[in-house]
């Protein structure tokens, strides 16, 4: 299905309140002031995900829910590792670089932030259309881009053929960036924008 432009800016306004939400949580987690940019947004299809997201060989951390509700998909959170390493240290309050593949400290302390990136959009998103969106357990994994984009799209389950884009940048700390990827089912964008009044 086409987006038009005016179903774009009211998605791009979803994603300025999760932004919003995202910072809020953040700073009480981080205890400092966080802010984020005005989110990009793009509809795109699977073809076109791997041009947004990086290099295919790119590391990246990566978190990850399913979606369950009457609009069910898989919702995923995208940080390079640089902008992951950067968010852990700031949590721990150390210089030190850490382990984002074996230590388990560090793994717990970057899915619960990406676990506030996914559900501060999602929360805007159900918000916005009056759909429950039930998000699962998160779960992390650390790999090459392509790697990891193929373990999602190769899990069980029909999917849409556009996929929703939010493009983000934090500040506060040294300037982070990541993207929240949300892969609809077959029928649930149509279904959200329906419940949006577009």
Known sequence: ??????????????????????????????????????????????????????????????????????????????????????????????EETPDLYAD???????????NIMVSSFLIALSQFSGIPLHPSVPALAVDMAGALLDAILLEEGTLDEKVLFIDTQIFGIPRIEGQFIFLPGAG???????????
Do not use: C
């Not at 978190?63 to 721990?92: C, D, M, N, R």
């Not at 388990?104 to 990406?114: D, N, P, Y």
């Open 1 to 94: 299905m086409e987006i038009s432009q005016t179903q774009l800016d009211v998605l791009r306004e979803i994603g300025n309140i999760g932004s919003g939400h995202a910072a809020t949580a953040l700073s009480t987690l981080l205890q400092r002031r966080i802010g984020m940019s005005v989110p990009e947004v793009w509809t795109v299809s699977f073809e076109q995900m791997t041009g947004i997201i990086g290099q295919l060989d790119d590391p990246q951390a990566v978190i990850y829910v399913k979606v369950e509700g009457e609009a069910p998909g898989k919702a995923v959170f995208f940080f390079p590792v640089e902008s992951a390493a950067i968010v852990v240290q700031a949590l721990f309050q150390s």
């Open 104 to 114: 388990e400290l560090v793994q717990s302390a970057l899915k619960e932030v990406g």
């Open 188 to 198: 649930s964008l149509h279904k959200l924008l329906g419940a949006l009044g577009l």
